[in-house]
């Protein structure tokens, strides 16, 4: 099921098909992807499952894969959902396997999320990032984000919180 499309991406919910599986599996034990998440156990049919259930709550959000329309390949996660333990606040994050760092996927699936939000009465999103992920900050600073500077408002980790109010 196609969430949005942007140029080169189809944004879409995670299957249960074999090659989805397989992908999300490679994404998420890949030491140089989680070492910039919060510790967590994963495993992908369970996650297609709770990332579906999640969406049907509240079609404004969802972790949904992000397939390059060219090559049909799932490059990654794009995420929109409040902030866990937060006070409604809505943040946009993306995890993108390494053979697809580099492209701009992440920025233009970011974009798009936020855009969607928007469109759906959103004030303003938010992005968390860990200290040192300088590629993901990139990430912020191309969609126009600013800065709030660290916090352990969430995840009970330190991050950098990134804020994007929307253009009136």
Wanted: hydrophobic letters at 40%; proline letters at 5%.
């Amino acid at each position: 099921m196609t969430v949005y499309e942007t140029d080169r991406l189809v944004v879409r919910q995670w299957t249960h098909d074999q090659a989805d599986l397989d992908r999300m599996t490679d994404l998420y034990s890949r030491t140089e992807v989680t070492r910039w998440l919060p510790p967590f156990t994963f495993e992908a049919a369970p996650a297609v499952d709770g990332w579906r259930a999640f969406h049907e709550r509240d079609r404004r959000f969802g972790s949904w894969a992000v397939e390059v329309r060219d090559t049909g390949v799932a490059a990654g996660t794009v995420l929109f959902r409040p902030i866990p333990g937060g006070e409604g606040e809505v943040e946009v994050g993306w995890h993108f396997h390494p053979d697809s760092w580099g492209n701009g996927y992440a920025t233009e699936a970011a974009r798009g999320a936020v855009e969607r939000g928007f469109a759906s009465g959103l004030e303003e999103v938010y992005a968390l990032v860990m200290p040192g992920n300088e590629a993901s900050m990139a990430v912020c600073r191309r969609l126009g984000m600013t800065s709030l500077g660290r916090t352990r408002r969430f995840f009970e980790l330190e991050s950098e919180m990134f804020r994007l109010p929307q253009e009136r």
